[in-house]
């Protein structure tokens, strides 16, 4: 008796414990991650996009900012080889804009700031990152960086046991900072909160990481351009005090020719209440050249589209555009979600132009687009939102495999 109760007693260890091997293996947050280098995202293209929060003793404001690696450049007498990044607030139109550099070297990321002619170290980051680890930044005032814990965070929809803290302390003379990091693999900064004061001074600012964005594109063969492919817009006239007031306005395109120089011209008919229009737009290689509404309105879109790129056209009607970063979009016609959103203007060089932004979408083309300026010699200020969109593909070419010639067959005409 005593030996089958012994049995069962190792019997059941043996369950548990195998249950308990199991539930690690086959859940992420018992398996950690070690924090290296390699693990922090440095390529260009990628975007994080964070909700900002600062207070001081003038204001409290919330607002989006928008986090990109652009580029790379040459920085210091010393050849440095660093990573461009920009950062910019959501708002329509705003045009101020902070850039810092990365430089990565061994284990240590350093961030840079630009004042006047000179590359300031603000601070930096050594890996692995592991809890109590420590270094300075060499930066005035002197500071400290401590590995405090290692967390287990949601973001993103999804659960990450190996989140790191780091908290930052620095002081001299009558300034004082006190801040915290936190990081995760593969994804890098996704929360901050710093507390500066300086003299009779203080600011809080705090970021948290909404979406992040790895380097993708948009193709050529993502746009639609085929023969009979229509969208319909509400153009909604900002200048109006009028709720609910737009036109409808379908956008079709009519033919496709080739011409002499091997470049594809397109006849799209702008069906704007009273005034048909058929305007005259061009496919030159990778690039894509449409007039919008008016001819003032005027730009390209240069494929494939990455965040950070940004071309020029000079002409008759010059136009500048960038890739600005990928946001969720809501139109009439639905949601759509990580399209690609453009900002630029355009110039004939006589009337004061059109500045426009413009959101594309895999598959669907242009689904909003606003654009305000005086483009004919009068200002206005429109907005075009997606209705619907019919893609209305041509039928299949007709070849010689599918004409009639089975034994028997006849016609009577």
């Known amino acids: 008796m005593k030996s089958f109760k012994l049995i069962s007693v190792l019997l059941f260890l043996i369950i548990l414990s195998g249950l308990l091997s199991c539930s ?22 990628t975007v994080w996009q964070y909700q900002r929060r600062i207070d001081d003793f003038r204001s409290f404001t919330i607002d989006t900012l928008f986090v990109r690696i652009v580029d790379t450049a040459i920085i210091t007498d010393d050849s440095l080889k660093v990573f461009v990044v920009v950062a910019d607030l959501a708002t329509v139109m705003a045009d101020s804009s902070d850039t810092t550099y990365w430089y990565i070297a061994g284990d240590t990321v350093t961030y840079y700031t630009k004042e006047s002619d000179l590359y300031r170290v603000t601070r930096n980051v050594v890996f692995p990152l592991e809890v109590g680890s420590n270094w300075s930044s060499g930066v005035f005032p002197p500071d400290s960086n401590e590995v405090t814990e290692m967390t287990q965070v949601t973001i993103l929809g999804r659960n990450y046991q190996n989140a790191y803290q780091i ?30 004061i300086l003299w009779t001074t203080t600011k809080d600012e705090t970021w948290k990481l909404i979406p992040y964005y790895e380097p993708d594109s948009l193709e050529l063969s993502d746009f639609p351009l085929q023969v009979n492919a229509s969208w319909t817009y509400n153009v909604v006239n900002n200048l109006l005090d009028c709720v609910n007031c737009f036109d409808t306005v379908t956008v079709t395109i009519m033919d496709s020719i080739l011409d002499r120089g091997g470049v594809i011209n397109q006849n799209w008919l702008l069906d704007y209440p009273g005034q048909e229009k058929v305007i005259i737009n061009r496919l030159d290689k990778n690039k894509l050249f449409l007039q919008w509404h008016h001819y003032a309105v005027s730009f390209s879109l240069e494929f494939p589209l990455t965040i950070g790129k940004q071309w020029d056209d000079v002409g008759l009607i010059s136009s500048s555009l960038q890739v600005k970063d990928r946001q969720t979009v809501t139109t009439p016609a639905g949601i759509f979600k990580d399209a690609y959103y453009l900002k630029g203007f355009s110039n004939d060089g006589f009337e004061p132009g059109a500045k426009f932004e413009i959101w594309i979408a895999k598959g669907y083309g242009i689904v909003k687009l606003n654009h305000n300026g005086a483009p004919m010699g009068y200002f206005e200020d429109k ?31």
């Open 24 to 45: 690690k293996s086959s859940n992420p947050l018992f398996t950690p991650t070690e924090f290296t280098i390699d693990n922090f995202p440095h390529e260009i293209g």
């Open 167 to 196: 908290v930052r302390n620095a002081s001299g003379l009558n300034e004082y900072y006190l801040d915290s990091f936190l990081y995760v693999p593969n994804i890098g900064l996704i929360e901050s909160s710093e507390n500066h």
């Open 383 to 413: 907005s075009w939102e997606l209705k619907s969109y019919d893609p209305n593909k041509p039928a299949e070419s007709f070849t010689i495999d599918k004409f009639p010639s089975l034994d028997g067959m006849s016609w009577n005409y």
